[in-house]
């Protein structure tokens, strides 16, 4: 059996990055007893399948993790014990949102999600400075942005990697739909492309969704159930 | 008393591993202030990485947050980004568990582990918002507390602390507690009140309630070799006593601690479990102080043992255990235990489709291994899975030197160790060494090359991958201890030393050679053997910015020795002055039980080159802690364990003597050797005879 997670990371934990993460997956999988297949060789390790990193200081409400049991074992996924005592085998403000079956011709998280929407929020980040930022990203035909990857200083032309953009009309958050295939935009770099007056440090930032496209068709990797993503919505307002 | 999370939030995505700062530990407590607990902020003074796994700090959390008239939190030394951050912003030392600042504690009380972490401990006061000089500090601020190995000497740090505890904390904290509840209850009244009362409590030394007199310049202006030292150490009243004794719990069963060990989210130095299977050793090795100033040995029952290491697991979800204690293979129920341990794993583990327990791999470590055959066989027994790196602290390279230092090993059990190491899987093995030690020649250190070129031998009759990585440190001489009367070695003769190891080791293929930094052990011997004048050293080090002086890239000898001029006192006399029987230590008032002439009779025992055997299994030699504090070794195995040689009581005269052949080593070219040494060799015999006085001024 094979099991997708979506889960959240909120609060304090935020400043635990993603290597440290993966740590604190396999010692909670141990704690609460799922028998987790292991990889074969001479130091076997829990097969766990983990999707894009989430920068150290992002929340989300949009992680995932791919868990593979031993073959032959099952866990019932209707029993809401199940996904209650891995939620609290993590740590406060990592919970479990949706435990689902995957199919073992599902690909890897990796390779499937083709992109993601952020919120962004911080001081600074004024509506009346945000909207006509906004506007001028959208209407350009290129937006190029100087950064930095595996030591070297380059200039990417990254409005192809933004899907969407818009103001939260409710929250004034900035939302960003933004392609994760290829050299992908960081949240902190599109917040200093459109407003290059505030510390990128100081942008909060908040991982939405996980999208994958296919044929034409997006859907999300597993969506939330009403009820929870009202909770979660309740929490991140 | 709120939390400074949101003022500390938006600085950690400004800083390296932030997640060092956030708490949210797995096994942490729900610690509660208020209804006049009395709080204590426990601090180590060292990164998060370093402090988190340390397990007496996890012990006194625990008892403490048991109480009910007390809570405790924890900090660590926030990294120099982290610090610039803080000062920057106006906002002081925080506690990890509920993001508290400093000030909204009673007690500040730090773990000393090692010695250069004093500066750290200035840094920290001095950021929790408290006069950095206890004399200075009023009823208002914290109170500071040391504890831990390197509080045995805290008269370097006499002029910033107000308490220190000697020993093991387990019980003291209580009684620190209610001393403290009322002097809370009683108004807060004056400062002096408080330290006196806590200088009552049996283990707990306040330096401020003792006078030091040092010997005054002669008359006409002239020095001689006693001028500067220590003529006196006095209680300055009469309730105040005169020697103040460690603390010692009788019986560590009834110590089941920690009993919610913390797992971190962030990876730390020690990522495992850890239970101490026993404390204290008698194995008698001279240069070590842990040895010395833990006796006698309490071993844990073994059945607790197991019920501890099975719990552990559980409640963290590790699946690596590390058996602690200071010779982990001289637990007498050590088999029995490892079989234990695996057993309640494969029962605890959930079954699978085809029956067997599955997941229950559980990796168990046995740091501090004795250099034997039984032991190899026992980390055989516990690493099926991976054999890659075996390491020994044969701590000499001689069968001489080693009977000066006290470790027994004899050359069959090293050879013996070894082949079997090899024999079994292992294809790398590390082995520790001091330079430095008392009556150490060149053939000494030079001993250090020969016996890893055989070991590299052995090796390769089983694998051609063989590889023997040689690590050497300075020998730092420690109060309490027999060789605390000996004169460190100066940086220059350390690094002379490793030059020539570095020269004998250049051809040996398969030997790797490291090296601990001189320098840091020059520093490490202020701090070890000073006295209470070494502390303007520390301080002045502290604010011409010398924090974290454990690690490299904040390290520099030059600031010590600046401070030093700056001071006017002398390096040398500090750290490379022998010192005679009749001088006043600076540690002469605070004992771990150990009666000054037997330490003296040991010293002069290691001079001539003669061994004490391990007292859990021979007669009492009364080291005095037994018979001084009334209890006694706890040991469930009335015989030395199977295997090792060391201290039980066997013929030892032929210990340098080999059964099994060894190959033949190659001549090493006269000149090689030469063209190194530097300076003559005298030098290197400088204490082959009994230390004279060397002469030396403190103004």
Known sequence: MKLRVR?????????????DGARLWERALRRVGFPVATTNGFTPRPKLGFGLALPTGAESVAEYIDIDLVAGSTLDMADPDVARSLSDALPMGMDVLVLAERESVTGSLQDDVTSTTWELTGPGLAPELLEPAIQRVLAADELLVERERKGQRRTDDVRPLIRDLHLDASTDAVVAELVTVGRALRPSELAGALAPHVDPLDVRVLRTHQWIEHDGRRREVLPLPDAVDALERGLSA | MTSLWPQIEPLLPRVQKPARYIGCEDGIGDPRHGDGKV??????????????PNQGLQILYEILNERPDAVAERTYAPWTDLEAELRGAGLPLFSVDTHRSAADFDILAFNLSAELVFTNVLNMVDLAGSPVRAADRTVDDLLVIVGG??????EPLADFVDAAVLGEGEEVVGEITDVVHRWIAGGRRDRTTLLRELAQVPGVYVPAMYEVSYAEPLGDGSVDGRQGHITAIEPRYRDVPATVDKRTVADLGDWPYPKSPLAPLTEVVHDRLSVEVFRGCTRGCRFCQAGMITRPVRERPADQVRTMVADGLARTGYDEVSLTSLSTADFSDIEPVIRGVLDDRRAAAPVGPDGEPMGCDTTINLPSLRVDAFTVGLAGEVNSGRRSGLTFAPEAGTWRLRTVINKLIVEDDLYGAVESAFSQGWTRMKLYFLIGLPTETDD??????ELARRCVEIGRRHTDRASVTVSVGGFVPKPHTPFQWFGQNTDAEFRRKVDLLREATRRMHGVNLK???????TAEGVASRGDRRVGRVIERVWREGGTFQEWGEHFDLRRWEAAFE???????????????????LPWAHLTAGLHPDFLWDDWQAALAESGVEDCRWTPCYDCGVCTGYGIEHVVASPVPPAGGSQGTGQDLTRG??????????????????KSVGRRPAADDTLLAAAPAPTSGSVT
């Open chain 2, 656 to 673: 340098a003597e080999l059964s099994v052949p060894v190959p033949v080593p190659e001549p090493v070219p006269v000149s090689v050797l």
């Open chain 2, 566 to 584: 700056a001071e006017g006192l002398s390096l040398e006399w500090y750290v490379h002055r022998h010192r005679t029987v009749d001088e006043v």
């Open chain 2, 444 to 449: 000494d250190t030079l001993g250090i090359a």
């Open chain 1, 7 to 19: 889960y959240s990371k909120r609060g304090k934990v935020r400043f635990v990055s993603h290597r």
């Open chain 2, 39 to 52: 709080a204590w902020l426990l601090a180590y003074p060292d990164t998060y990485e370093v402090g988190l």
């Open chain 2, 515 to 521: 090296w601990h930094d001189p320098a840091a052990s």
């Open chain 2, 149 to 154: 190995h390197a509080a045995f000497n805290p």
